[in-house]
């Protein structure tokens, strides 16, 4: 007798975001996405093997979605400052397209989902955002200065990851207008000082 398969993933990725945000990540269970989807316990566990991998993949989601939209901001935003400006501004475009997955990505430490029962190949997807950020920061830095060392991705850390966590996330500002702008000034005034010479970041002897 052939397993039970889910046609729409979709469907219970968005209701495990929708309890992971409501109620947070520990009322993410097989039982409550299959109540609130009306799909088979054997069904999800069937196509998502655990209820770790499950809260993990609707994670994984909502990185993704957000990575491709700083990419597209990126993309169209021409000259490499307004890349920065664009890039350090991809939680506000996020969270007013995307919502429920703003909350969970940027609410949900990654490092909390990596429990001992997560296969390796679902450990390699979760740190595949970390990995594509500061892919990312490189090809900014390179753009910018013409150099892709620690310390200029160390100022791009500040753009991308700092400020908007500071003057954004932490606020709960996302949908400010003025705390955009001044998250725009702060991004600005860190790329008019820039990274540290070369010389000055060289290990002394």
Known sequence: MPRPRIHDP?????????????????????RAVATATG????ALYHSFGSRAELLSRTWIRAARRFLALQA???????AAIDAVLAAADAPAEFAARYPASTQLFFRV???????????ENLRAELDAPQRELVGLM???????????DAAAVD??????????TAILLDRDRLANPVARRQLSAAVRAVLDI???DLEDTAPSR
Do not use: F, Q
């Open 10 to 30: 979709d469907v219970v990725l968005d209701a495990a975001e929708t309890l992971a945000v409501r109620s947070g990540p520990a009322a993410v269970t097989i």
């Open 194 to 196: 820039g990274p540290p």
């Open 39 to 42: 799909i088979s316990n054997g």
């Open 138 to 148: 490189k090809t900014l830095a390179r753009r910018l200065w013409e150099r892709a």
């Open 155 to 164: 100022t791009l850390t500040i753009c991308l990851v700092d400020l908007p």
């Open 109 to 119: 430490r990654r490092t909390d989902l990596l429990g001992d029962d997560l296969p």
């Open 72 to 78: 597209d901001l990126v993309d169209d935003a021409g």
